[in-house]
Structure formats: structure tokens, C-alpha cells
């Protein structure tokens, strides 16, 4: 055999496993899905409907408005205020995540006119009601967790990485583990499964359309599917502006106060 | 190499990289998709959207974009409207007093209602021009309409409809104030309501806005308290926020002195108010007496000509984990110390006020050249100070408040003022859903003068006391609610358990409220306002 053939073929074979070789640590890959923030929680402003449709198929919309900002990449401080329901309607939620301890977080309620401060150890729990907890949104369990690539795999017709994510503080979070597919080519996730303890299925999150805006990729539907109580929540961003401005000072007490 | 060979080994170079873009899966970096319909003409930061199909049924409802942009529009306004439609039907399981032993009504038998039907409408509408401008007005459109017992009804319903009836307006102007926000400092003028302390029954800490106690369980919570006439300064440095506020009016609590269930005057009052009152009352159309409870409750009144204004500080520093409020004001006790004259009383205890008229009253009153009591609003300085902090599912609150000077009622009703420290520690029980919550709060008062000897309306020099709401929502749509408050020495309680369904934006909420204490004690004075009620809430 010609011996340049063989080293050509040897070179590509090389390159080709390199190539392979090259797909992103998995904690590089968190890390790109943390910075890139597709669900505009860090870096934004966006406005988002939500629909809550229990096992009868009953509805309840929520509508927000929410503004975010990096602080200390990844950490964010959010502030999210409600149009919807009525009986929602100007209350404010103001979240600071923390990279050591509990994140901080607040509550205005417009009839009692003060901000209550709301226990960070609350991750379990459902966020005003709707099948995305705190923990799905502060995305502590991906910061902190253990990650490995398990594999690959298409969605429609997006090639994505399967990663999967363990949390180290267990008893800080309602999950055993995370599966996230993640797009390949701009680091959105598309699907999002996340399992109790007892490696059961509880939650599955589904991307059902994405947007570039101004050059970063936002989740603008979603739908999260609570298997244990048969409950799913429609997320839809009705506008996004990516935003690495908003000031600082939006992210007090004193503005939350603000109506 | 020769170039034959060399064409070769370029060509399956080319070949290798083209394997390892491919195993790459992509050739022009992270944010161009492959795929994307409009990725064959578009640079990197161009708009593109894309639908996951999965296999999966998407959304049954997507609403459709309305703006996606890289850049905010300056200067974004909005309006917002929110409030309530309220109605509410009170049924009083209390029974009327007795008449006179010839059935005629004996001015001695406090006024009992019945029947309480309450119609609100609550709109607040606000304007705001993003984080530099803000004006908010609201106002509370209200409608009582009352049927009074008839004396010597045998106990509930015995006589539904066949008493008085009156109905009253309540037309409120509630927040009405415009607010300039910079960066490190805002500016708020008019109307408002500004919450002090963190407790969620009554914080010692919450002075700048009168209460109003017509009705202590069945007001909806935005409506306990009076918006006040304010200027408000926020000073942002940084870590701690310095609050400046004044006021150039008094606003009093808001009471009834006679004539509804929760008034002042009640059955275990002295008869020597009963009377007075009741003989007055009758002087009056019952649908008039609403108009007399101002001239009642106050016959003299700080100034509003600026000349007795109001003022204080809140300095908030928030601290990891903990918040910490300390707060100085220098304004007025919100109940009124009233004092009876002497001369007044001597003369009424020659009148036989069972039988008295007003024309016999007038007669006994009339050499005193004036209105037989006083009622007169005191200085004070308050200073207080809050903390809040949370552990694990635990929300923690303490409040703690000293008062130069605080009023309260003698048995007899008159007026005793004392300093007093008050402090209310506050545990709740956070599940992240308003909907679930439990608060516990241990309340606590000390007054540094010891109480007349005949001893104090409601209070004594220590009174420890105990309240909160337990609130769990089932299915997004049944709620259950238990509120109430209470002490141990003396024994008294008012709880309020409710049972409510939610159906979108309306409510209907049906419940007890349950009076009951020891002699002396608040539940044993309004013993006789247990009641029944049904509340449908249509929120807007």
C-alpha cells in the first residue's frame, strides 16, 4: 500500500477521532448553557404568559414582566413582577442568587405594601404555582452539580449532547439527577428531564421554539410537565430583549417596593 | 513531497477536516444553526426563529410574539388597573338587648344589626413611565346597608327584616400620590399607604396610617388601614436605605363610637354612656348616625395648617440573610383620650336615663355650657425597630416599638395614657405559594404606668397574647383559612375560620366569626358580634 496513502488515511482517522474527541467537556457544555441563559434569566428583559392546565384541563394564566441582570457570572439577580391573575397583579418577586448559602430572595404583595423576605431553602417548592420550582429557576443544580456527556442524540432535527447532572448538595435539592439534551450548535437546551431521588421521572421540560435576538438564543415556549401530579405549565416569552445593562439598583427592595 | 503526491495528501486532508467538522456538526460556530430556515442568508446576530419538532404535540395555545428586539424603546409606559368587586352578607348570631319593662325600646340596649350587607368596589389605577416617574390613584366606592335588631328578639334571625334598617354610603379616596424616581433617590407625594414593621397581625412599628377597626376580621386586608396625606423621601446608600417622611395632617383611627356591632359603646359599656347615646340616637334618623361618629370620636383635632405636622425616619440596612429597620417618628396616637366632665356626670346621675329624652337631657346639660366629654389626640415619639430573617422553610420576624405616649380605655371609657413597649415576635411557615402558609405571632405589651384601679378596657400593665392565619389551598381552588387573635391573661379569643372557592378571577367565601373571653377581656366585651358570613370577591 502506498505509504502516503497510509498516512493520509492514518491523518484523517486522527482527525476525525480529535474531531469527536472535541465535543466539550460536560461541564464546559453547563457552563456554555449557563452564559448563553436561554431562558432569559440573566442578562434580559422579557415578558412571558404562562398557562398552568391541571388533569382536567382547567386553565389559569399568569403574566409577568421580569428583568435580570449578571452580577458575578454565572450568578444573576432577577426581578420579576405580576400582571396576571387579578389577584396577582402587582406583586413582585426579587431574587439574588448566592453563590454560598441560600440565594435571597422577596415577596411584595401590593395589599400588605411591604416585601416579606421568602426562605431560600424553599427550592422544592412551586413557584407561584406553576409545575417550574425555585430550583427550576435558579439553576443551583446546575451550577453545583456533577456532570458527565452520556451520549448524543437528535431531537427533530437538532443534534444534541445528553448531559447529565447529579446535585452535590442532596439534601438542598428536590432532584437526584438532571438529564438535559442540549443543542449542539448554540448550547440550547431542548428537552430537560429531572428525576426525584428515587430516580423516578417527575418533571419534563420540552423546547418547542427558540429565538435569536440581537445574537443570543432565548427558549420562547417551553412547556413543563409535572408527571407525579399531572399538572403541565406553558411558558411563552411574549418579548425578549437580551439586556447586559439594566442597573443595579433595580434589584432593591426599594424598587421591588415600587409597584 | 511531489506534487502529485502532495495533490493527493491535500485532498485527503481536506477530506479528514471535512470529517471532523462533521463529527463537529457544525462549520460556523455556536450561534448560527445548521438548520435554521433563515440561517443560509443571515450573519450571527440577525432574528431567527425555530419550532423544536420532536414528535411531541406542541402548546395548544401560543400566543403569538409581539416584539422581540435587541434594544429597549426609551421612555416605555404602562398603564395597570387593578381592584375588586365585593359583596358580603353578615349574619349576626348575637340577640338584642331587652326594652323597657313596657316593651317600649330602653335607650339603656345597645343597638345590635342583625343583618350587615357590604357592596365594595376597589379601583387602583396606576401610571408609570419606566423607573423615572409613577401616579397612583385608588379609591373604594362602598355601600352598608344595615337591619338593626329588634330589643327583645328571642336570639338569631328571630326578626330578620322587622328592625330598623339603614344603609350608608363609605366613599373612599383612597392612595392618590405621584412618585419621582432617580437613581439613589425617590420622591413620593400625596396620599399614601406606607407599611412599617414586618408583622402580619399588627406591627408596634406600623404608625404612619390609621386603622380602621369598623370591623376587624371582615375587612379585606388592603382596606385596615387610611391612606395618609405624605411626603416621602428614599435615599439609596447602598446597603442602607435612609427613609424621611412628613406629614402636615393628622389622620385618627377610624371608629364607630355608637350604634354597629363593632362600635365602641357596647353593651358592658357604663350605662351612663349608653344612655347618653342612646338617647341621642334617637334624636336622629338611624341613617344619620354615621354622620355623627366623626363628632363623636374627636371633638378636638390636631391642626392641618402645618403648624402640628408629623414626622419620621426609617433606616433600613439590609445585611446578609437579615434585614434590620429602625424607625423614629414624632406624631400622634391614633385613638382619641377621651374625658368625661365631672359636672356632666354628676348631672346625668340625677337623670333617670331609661326614661330619659333628649329634651331631659338637654335640660341636665345644659348649664355646663358645652358638650359633656372631651376627646383629644396625644403626642408621641415612637422609636422601634424590626428584624426579618429566615431558616430553613421559616420566615422569622421580630417587632418592637416604645411609645412615649399611647391611649387607652378606662373602663369606663374615658382616656388613660401611658408609655408602653410592644413587641411581636412572628413565625411563618413558607411553602414559596401564598396560598400556603401558616404565621404564628407572640404579641406582647407593657405599659410602664400601672392601670387605674378600675382597670383597663381590653388591657392590663402585661398582657401576652397570641395571633396568626393558617391558610392551605387544595387544588388551586379550595382554600381554607383560620385567623384569629388572642391572649391568655385575661382569656379572650376572636378567630374567623373560612372556607373558600376560587373560579378564575372570582371568589366565594363563606365563614364564622367566633368572639368569646373572660370579664374585662376584648372577646368578652364584642361577645355578642359572633356571626355568619358569605363573601363573593370578583377581582378586576
Given at each position: 500500500?502506498?505509504?502516503?496513502?497510509?498516512?493520509?488515511?492514518?491523518?484523517?482517522?486522527?482527525?476525525?477521532?480529535?474531531?469527536?474527541?472535541?465535543?466539550?467537556?460536560?461541564?464546559?457544555?453547563?457552563g456554555?448553557?449557563?452564559?448563553?441563559?436561554?431562558?432569559?434569566?440573566?442578562?434580559?428583559?422579557?415578558?412571558a404568559?404562562v398557562?398552568?392546565?391541571?388533569?382536567?384541563?382547567?386553565?389559569?394564566?399568569l403574566?409577568?414582566?421580569?428583568?435580570?441582570?449578571?452580577?458575578?457570572?454565572p450568578?444573576?439577580?432577577?426581578?420579576?413582577?405580576?400582571?396576571?391573575?387579578?389577584?396577582?397583579?402587582?406583586?413582585?418577586?426579587?431574587?439574588?442568587?448566592?453563590?454560598?448559602?441560600?440565594?435571597?430572595?422577596?415577596?411584595?404583595?401590593?395589599?400588605?405594601?411591604?416585601?416579606?423576605?421568602?426562605?431560600?431553602?424553599?427550592?422544592?417548592?412551586?413557584?407561584?404555582?406553576?409545575?417550574?420550582?425555585?430550583a427550576?429557576m435558579?439553576?443551583?443544580?446546575?451550577?453545583?452539580?456533577?456532570?458527565?456527556?452520556?451520549?448524543?442524540?437528535?431531537?427533530?432535527?437538532?443534534?444534541?449532547?445528553i448531559?447529565?447532572?447529579?446535585?452535590?448538595?442532596?439534601?438542598?435539592?428536590?432532584y437526584?439527577r438532571?438529564?438535559?439534551?442540549?443543542?449542539?450548535d448554540?448550547?440550547?437546551?431542548?428537552?430537560?428531564?429531572?428525576?426525584?431521588?428515587?430516580?423516578?421521572?417527575?418533571k419534563?421540560?420540552?423546547?418547542?421554539?427558540?429565538?435569536?435576538?440581537?445574537g443570543?438564543?432565548?427558549?420562547?415556549?417551553?412547556?413543563?410537565?409535572?408527571?407525579?401530579?399531572?399538572?403541565?405549565?406553558?411558558?411563552?416569552?411574549?418579548?425578549?430583549q437580551?439586556?447586559?445593562?439594566?442597573?443595579?439598583?433595580?434589584?432593591?427592595?426599594?424598587?421591588?417596593?415600587?409597584? | 513531497?511531489?506534487?502529485?503526491?502532495?495533490?493527493?495528501a491535500?485532498?485527503?486532508?481536506?477530506?479528514?477536516?471535512g470529517?471532523?467538522l462533521a463529527?463537529?456538526?457544525?462549520?460556523?460556530?455556536?450561534?448560527v444553526?445548521?438548520?435554521?430556515?433563515?440561517?443560509?442568508?443571515?450573519?450571527?446576530?440577525?432574528?431567527?426563529?425555530?419550532?423544536?419538532?420532536?414528535?411531541n404535540?406542541?402548546?395548544?395555545?401560543?400566543?403569538?410574539?409581539?416584539?422581540?428586539?435587541?434594544?429597549?424603546p426609551?421612555?416605555?409606559e404602562?398603564?395597570?388597573?387593578r381592584?375588586?368587586?365585593?359583596a358580603?352578607?353578615?349574619?349576626?348570631?348575637?340577640?338584642?338587648?331587652?326594652?323597657?319593662?313596657?316593651?317600649?325600646?330602653?335607650?339603656?340596649?345597645v343597638?345590635?344589626?342583625g343583618?350587615?350587607e357590604?357592596?365594595?368596589?376597589?379601583?387602583?389605577?396606576?401610571f408609570?413611565?419606566?423607573?423615572a416617574?409613577?401616579?397612583?390613584?385608588?379609591?373604594?366606592a362602598?355601600?352598608?346597608?344595615?337591619d338593626?335588631?329588634?330589643?327583645?328578639?328571642?336570639g338569631?334571625?328571630?326578626?330578620?327584616?322587622?328592625?330598623?334598617?339603614?344603609?350608608?354610603?363609605?366613599?373612599q379616596?383612597r392612595e392618590?400620590?405621584?412618585?419621582?424616581?432617580?437613581?439613589?433617590?425617590?420622591?413620593?407625594?400625596?396620599?399614601?399607604?406606607?407599611a412599617?414593621?414586618?408583622a402580619?397581625?399588627?406591627?408596634?412599628?406600623?404608625?404612619?396610617?390609621a386603622?380602621?377597626?369598623?370591623?376587624?376580621?371582615?375587612?379585606?386586608?388592603?382596606?385596615?388601614?387610611?391612606?395618609t396625606?405624605?411626603?416621602?423621601?428614599?435615599?439609596?446608600?447602598?446597603?442602607?436605605?435612609?427613609q424621611?417622611?412628613?406629614?402636615?395632617v393628622?389622620?385618627?383611627?377610624?371608629?364607630?363610637?355608637?350604634g354597629?356591632?363593632?362600635?365602641?359603646?357596647q353593651?358592658?359599656?357604663?350605662?351612663?354612656?349608653r344612655g347618653?347615646?342612646?338617647?341621642?340616637?334617637?334624636?336622629?334618623d338611624?341613617?344619620?348616625?354615621?354622620?355623627?361618629?366623626?363628632?363623636?370620636?374627636?371633638t378636638?383635632r390636631?391642626?392641618g395648617?402645618?403648624t402640628?405636622?408629623?414626622?419620621?425616619?426609617?433606616?433600613?440596612?439590609a445585611?446578609?440573610?437579615?434585614?434590620?429597620?429602625?424607625?423614629?417618628h414624632?406624631?400622634?396616637?391614633?385613638?382619641?383620650?377621651?374625658?368625661?366632665d365631672?359636672r356632666?356626670?354628676?348631672?346625668?346621675?340625677?337623670?333617670?336615663?331609661?326614661e330619659?329624652?333628649?329634651?331631659?337631657l338637654?335640660?341636665?346639660?345644659?348649664?355646663?355650657?358645652?358638650?359633656?366629654?372631651?376627646?383629644?389626640?396625644?403626642?408621641?415619639?415612637?422609636?422601634?425597630f424590626?428584624?426579618?430573617?429566615?431558616?430553613?422553610?421559616?420566615?422569622?420576624?421580630?417587632?418592637?416599638?416604645?411609645?412615649?405616649?399611647?391611649?387607652?380605655?378606662?373602663?369606663?371609657?374615658?382616656?388613660?395614657?401611658?408609655?408602653?413597649?410592644?413587641?411581636?415576635?412572628?413565625?411563618?411557615?413558607q411553602?414559596?405559594?401564598?396560598?400556603?402558609?401558616?404565621?404564628?405571632?407572640?404579641?406582647?405589651?407593657?405599659?410602664?404606668?400601672p392601670?387605674?384601679?378600675?382597670?383597663l378596657?381590653?388591657?392590663?400593665?402585661?398582657?401576652?397574647?397570641?395571633?396568626?392565619?393558617?391558610?392551605?389551598?387544595?387544588?388551586?381552588?379550595?382554600?381554607?383559612?383560620?385567623?384569629?387573635?388572642?391572649?391568655?391573661?385575661?382569656?379572650?379569643?376572636?378567630?374567623?375560620p373560612?372556607?373558600?372557592?376560587k373560579?378564575?378571577r372570582?371568589?366565594i367565601?363563606a365563614?364564622?366569626?367566633?368572639v368569646?373571653g373572660?370579664?374585662?377581656?376584648?372577646?368578652?366585651?364584642?361577645?355578642?358580634?359572633?356571626s355568619l358570613?358569605?363573601?363573593?370577591?370578583?377581582s378586576?
Open positions: 500500500m502506498n505509504p502516503i496513502f497510509i498516512a493520509a488515511l492514518s491523518l484523517a482517522l486522527v482527525a476525525g477521532s480529535a474531531a469527536r474527541a472535541a465535543a466539550p467537556a460536560a461541564s464546559e457544555i453547563i456554555k448553557v449557563l452564559d448563553a441563559d436561554p431562558w432569559g434569566l440573566a442578562g434580559a428583559e422579557v415578558d404568559r398557562i398552568k392546565r391541571d388533569k382536567r384541563n382547567s386553565t389559569e394564566e403574566a409577568f414582566h421580569a428583568i435580570s441582570r449578571k452580577y458575578a457570572p450568578l444573576a439577580k432577577s426581578l420579576v413582577r405580576f400582571s396576571a391573575p387579578a389577584d396577582l397583579a402587582g406583586s413582585g418577586f426579587l431574587q439574588t442568587q448566592k453563590d454560598k448559602g441560600d440565594d435571597e430572595r422577596y415577596l411584595y404583595l401590593p395589599e400588605l405594601k411591604r416585601a416579606r423576605r421568602i426562605a431560600g431553602s424553599l427550592r422544592a417548592n412551586a413557584f407561584m404555582g406553576t409545575d417550574f420550582s425555585f427550576d435558579d439553576r443551583r443544580d446546575l451550577r453545583d452539580g456533577a456532570s458527565t456527556v452520556k451520549g448524543e442524540e437528535k431531537i427533530g432535527k437538532y443534534a444534541c449532547w448531559v447529565e447532572t447529579t446535585p452535590l448538595k442532596k439534601g438542598d435539592s428536590e437526584g438532571i438529564v438535559m439534551w442540549v443543542r449542539e448554540n448550547f440550547v437546551p431542548l428537552r430537560m428531564q429531572m428525576f426525584d431521588k428515587a430516580q423516578v421521572l417527575l419534563t421540560l420540552t423546547t418547542e421554539e427558540v429565538r435569536r435576538v440581537g443570543t438564543w432565548f427558549i420562547t415556549r417551553s412547556k413543563m410537565v409535572n408527571h407525579r401530579e399531572q399538572h403541565q405549565t406553558e411558558l411563552t416569552l411574549t418579548k425578549v437580551p439586556k447586559n445593562d439594566v442597573p443595579e439598583d433595580q434589584f432593591t427592595v426599594r424598587n421591588l417596593e415600587k409597584q | 513531497m511531489t506534487s502529485g503526491n502532495g495533490r493527493v491535500a485532498a485527503l486532508l481536506s477530506a479528514a477536516l470529517v471532523a463529527a463537529r456538526g457544525d462549520e460556523r460556530g455556536p450561534d444553526p445548521p438548520s435554521s430556515p433563515a440561517s443560509g442568508a443571515d450573519d450571527a446576530t440577525s432574528d431567527v426563529v425555530e419550532r423544536i419538532d420532536d414528535g404535540p406542541t402548546t395548544s395555545e401560543s400566543p403569538k410574539p409581539q416584539v422581540f428586539a435587541a434594544t429597549a426609551a421612555n416605555e404602562r398603564f395597570s388597573l381592584g375588586f368587586l365585593l358580603q352578607g353578615i349574619a349576626g348570631l348575637g340577640k338584642a338587648g331587652d326594652p323597657l319593662p313596657n316593651g317600649a325600646p330602653s335607650p339603656l340596649t343597638p345590635y344589626d343583618l350587615h357590604r357592596t365594595q368596589l376597589f379601583l387602583e389605577l396606576k408609570a413611565r419606566k423607573g416617574f409613577e401616579a397612583v390613584v385608588s379609591g373604594l362602598g355601600y352598608d346597608w344595615y338593626r335588631e329588634v330589643q327583645g328578639s328571642s338569631p334571625f328571630d326578626n330578620l327584616h322587622a328592625g330598623q334598617s339603614r344603609g350608608t354610603w363609605d366613599p379616596l392618590a400620590y405621584a412618585g419621582v424616581y432617580w437613581s439613589r433617590l425617590d420622591l413620593r407625594l400625596g396620599q399614601q399607604r406606607l412599617w414593621g414586618r402580619d397581625s399588627r406591627s408596634p412599628n406600623d404608625v404612619l396610617n386603622y380602621d377597626l369598623r370591623d376587624p376580621l371582615l375587612l379585606e386586608q388592603e382596606l385596615t388601614h387610611l391612606p396625606p405624605l411626603a416621602r423621601v428614599d435615599l439609596d446608600l447602598g446597603a442602607v436605605t435612609l424621611l417622611v412628613g406629614s402636615p393628622f389622620v385618627p383611627d377610624r371608629f364607630d363610637v355608637y354597629s356591632n363593632w362600635a365602641l359603646v353593651p358592658g359599656s357604663p350605662a351612663l354612656f347618653l347615646l342612646g338617647v341621642a340616637a334617637r334624636a336622629v338611624p341613617a344619620e348616625e354615621e354622620a355623627l361618629q366623626p363628632l363623636l370620636s374627636a378636638t390636631p391642626k395648617n402645618l402640628e405636622p408629623t414626622g419620621g425616619a426609617r433606616l433600613a440596612i445585611f446578609p440573610g437579615v434585614d434590620f429597620d429602625a424607625y423614629y414624632y406624631g400622634f396616637d391614633g385613638l382619641p383620650n377621651l374625658q368625661f365631672p356632666a356626670a354628676a348631672a346625668l346621675s340625677q337623670v333617670n336615663l331609661a330619659a329624652t333628649p329634651g331631659s338637654l335640660s341636665a346639660l345644659g348649664q355646663l355650657g358645652g358638650l359633656p366629654f372631651t376627646s383629644t389626640y396625644v403626642r408621641r415619639h415612637h422609636l422601634g424590626d428584624l426579618q430573617t429566615t431558616v430553613g422553610p421559616f420566615a422569622l420576624r421580630l417587632d418592637a416599638g416604645h411609645d412615649s405616649a399611647k391611649v387607652f380605655f378606662n373602663k369606663d371609657l374615658t382616656g388613660f395614657v401611658s408609655k408602653a413597649f410592644e413587641g411581636v415576635l412572628s413565625v411563618e411557615y411553602t414559596g405559594d401564598i396560598g400556603k402558609t401558616i404565621i404564628v405571632e407572640l404579641t406582647g405589651l407593657h405599659l410602664s404606668d392601670p387605674p384601679t378600675g382597670g378596657l381590653f388591657h392590663k400593665q402585661d398582657l401576652l397574647g397570641l395571633a396568626g392565619v393558617a391558610r392551605w389551598t387544595f387544588a388551586d381552588r379550595l382554600e381554607l383559612e383560620l385567623r384569629g387573635e388572642g391572649s391568655a391573661r385575661p382569656q379572650s379569643f376572636l378567630v374567623r373560612q372556607i373558600a372557592l373560579f378564575e372570582f371568589w367565601k365563614g364564622a366569626v367566633l368569646a373572660a370579664a374585662g377581656s376584648l372577646g368578652d366585651y364584642y361577645q355578642r358580634n359572633d358570613y358569605v363573601t363573593l370577591k370578583q378586576l
